[in-house]
């Protein structure tokens, strides 16, 4: 059996091919996902510890009075933040099966 080592452009080729689109839908946020870059962190002698991804987000989030806003409303600073607090267990569920355990959300686009 030849072991080859997959590439961080294969990895997310293989995410976007398997996963798809996540569909996000809590009280707070509702939504789609798309992955646009996953990087599988790997530490020699030990097993992956974790991997980052870069995501684009399209959808609403709840305001503090119970309303649904579109991401645009709200400054983006703020909204990343708010993302990487709530998305990051969510994501990591969708990509533990390809040897990731834990992701840290790096860049995230907005779509309107």
Known sequence: MVHKEVSTR???KL???????????TP??????TFNRVKKN???GFRVCGGEVDITFKGEICSSRGVFYDVNRFRPVKIRKYLR???EK????HIRP??????????IKFES
């Open 10 to 12: 294969m990895y997310g």
């Open 90 to 93: 969510t994501l990591s569920m």
């Open 85 to 87: 607090r709530n998305l």
């Open 42 to 44: 790997e530490i020699q």
């Open 98 to 107: 390809f040897g990731i355990s834990s992701v840290q959300i790096k860049n």
């Open 15 to 25: 995410v976007r091919q398997i996963v798809g689109d996540v569909q996000i839908d």
């Open 28 to 33: 707070d946020i509702k939504g789609v996902v």
